[in-house]
């Protein structure tokens, strides 16, 4: 589950992470108000107007800009509010922008000149680790650092049987070219942030900037956060800063129906269930010369009204041109899957106007192929995963 930028602050300062503090508004007039709130608690004569979205590189489509005066403050929130912010990783119609963050200025003079570094936490797949990924080059996308200057990119593995040591925050300092006071908030820093990923149950946390302001404080900029759904029962709080105007409806609907889907650009349905076979199923489209129009995992439970909302979820991505249904009878047994697939067929008449083609391997599988070609549904079935990809391509071609 993505998070706003201001929501992952809010779960910074709770473990001790300094944060640049602002107030979330919903339309220019809030704005203007938290403005007024936020010269007051900290001094700022200048507000950063950042608008809140779940997509990063904001700044670049106009997302981000800053106000010297409450007038350009309001100006701006009314700017930003409501466009459709297009950046390198939105669609590319753009999220429709609903509420802006009201930020203080910390690029304030002082006794030293500013830095910006890049930080995050996440999990090395690789080792089965946590890592700290961080630069100096702050406030780039990591991956043109990664691409054009790669010794400038630092990783640091946490042990999970020890956790984050002290030595491991003071390396991350010094390889960030930090000394003195700076160098020590830096370890304060790296050590609050990594209880807060862990404390918060979280896939990912990206700092980017994270800041050394001229009065050596480090603070972060932006966060950028990401749970861990299969965590969120511990965390009823957190699960309720869930957005779903952020989300795609289609998605939303499926997670309400308990449905395991990712919409893809593609035009063959799939509807299957355990997430390796989901992957195979995938693979095997993609061998068929075609692309997986979505990743649709049913479960183990796949009766008549469960195939039914499976179905009416992938038709209405108007590109699914074919489905194909691969079901492997472990837990559940085929000739039930056959069975609720033909009900649901029954049951959605002439709504289903494209191909299906059903493969069911396990417990009952006979069964259930005699029951799908006794159906007098045109549903095509297959029994091997090559006889399956040679139906699609028929299909389709």
């Known amino acids: 589950m993505n998070l706003h930028e201001y929501q992952g602050k809010q779960i910074l300062a709770s473990y001790g992470v300094r944060v640049q503090r602002g107030y ?62 297009i950046t390198p990783q939105t669609p590319p119609t753009g999220k429709r922008v609903h509420k802006v963050l009201v930020a203080e200025d910390v690029y304030y003079p002082g006794e030293s000149e500013t830095k910006e570094f890049y930080m995050s936490v996440l999990l090395n797949r690789a080792t089965g680790r946590n890592m700290i990924m961080y630069s100096t080059e702050g406030g780039m996308d990591i991956e043109e650092v990664a691409e054009h200057t790669p010794d ?118 799939c509807m299957v269930n355990g997430a390796g076979l989901a992957m195979a199923t995938m693979d095997l489209i993609k061998y068929a010369g075609f692309e997986p129009a979505n990743f649709l995992d049913v479960g183990g439970t796949a009766d008549a009204k469960r195939v039914e909302t499976a179905f009416r979820i992938i038709l209405k991505d108007p590109n699914v041109k074919a489905i194909l249904i691969n079901i492997f009878g472990g837990i559940v047994r085929c000739d039930r899957v056959a069975q609720g697939v033909v009900d649901a067929y029954k049951n959605m008449g002439d709504d289903i106007k494209v191909p299906i083609i059903v493969r069911l391997q396990g417990t009952n599988a006979e069964i259930a192929k005699e029951l799908i070609d006794g159906s007098g549904m045109p549903i095509l079935s297959a029994v091997q995963f090559q006889e399956a990809a040679d139906q699609v391509k028929a299909a389709l071609s």
């Open 24 to 85: 979330v508004a919903n339309n220019a007039e809030e704005a203007v108000a938290k403005a007024k709130q936020l010269t007051d608690e900290t001094g700022t004569g200048w507000h950063v107007i950042k608008a809140q979205i779940h997509a990063g590189g904001r700044g670049k489509g106009g997302g981000v800009k800053l106000a010297k005066n409450l007038d350009q403050v309001r100006e701006i929130a009314d700017q930003i509010i409501g466009m459709d912010l």
């Open 152 to 269: 400038k990119i630092f990783t640091e593995e946490i042990d999970p049987a020890v956790g984050l040591q002290g030595f491991q925050a003071r390396k991350i300092a010094f390889n960030l070219g930090l000394s003195g006071e700076a160098l020590k908030e830096m370890v304060k820093f790296v050590d609050a942030l990594y209880k807060a990923y862990m404390g918060s149950d979280s896939s990912m946390f990206e700092i980017n900037p994270v800041l050394k302001t001229s009065d050596n404080k480090i603070l972060a900029v932006d966060a950028k956060v990401s749970l861990d759904d299969n965590a969120l029962y511990r965390h009823a709080d957190l699960a309720e800063m869930r957005d779903i105007t952020e989300e795609r409806p289609i998605e939303v609907e499926a997670k309400e129906a308990g449905l395991n889907y990712v919409d893809l650009d593609g035009t063959v349905g």
